[in-house]
């Protein structure tokens, strides 16, 4: 079964700056989309930012706009997501997401393959 292991989570201060990877555990694995959620204590996984695997479209949450920057390494079949200008309600475990077929590229219920998470702590 295919993988999505996520990696460069870590304790930040605010405003400094983090970035995420995922790599698929196989590289032939077809997706049409790939995304990043997020999901603080007591709150609901939620959109951050995804790309589109064929055209590279990127779509982002409104409270990451200008901040976060998602983007695909197709030399390492990896999918990034940039973080700056990091703020503690950024706070959350990551996740790391593929769509396979048709689906809303800003939904949960667009992806089929999802990744253990990644704990990013943004400190005051």
């Known amino acids: 079964q295919v993988q999505l292991p996520e990696s460069g989570g870590g304790l930040v201060q605010a405003g400094g700056s983090l970035r995420l990877s995922c790599a698929a555990s196989t590289r032939t694995f077809s997706r049409d989309r790939m995304g990043w959620f997020r999901q603080a204590p007591g709150k609901e996984r939620e959109f951050v930012a995804a790309?589109?695997?064929?055209?590279?479209?990127?779509y982002y949450a409104d409270s990451v706009k200008g901040r976060f920057t998602i983007s695909r390494d197709n030399a390492k079949d990896t999918v990034n997501l940039q973080m700056n200008s990091l703020k503690p309600e950024d706070t959350a475990v990551y996740y790391c997401?593929?769509?396979?077929?048709?689906?809303?590229?800003?939904?949960?219920?667009?992806?089929?393959?999802w990744g253990q998470g990644t704990q990013v702590t943004v400190s005051s």
């Open positions: 790309i589109t695997w064929s055209r590279g479209t990127t």
């Open positions: 997401a593929a769509g396979v077929g048709p689906g809303l590229i800003d939904n949960v219920r667009g992806y089929n393959l």
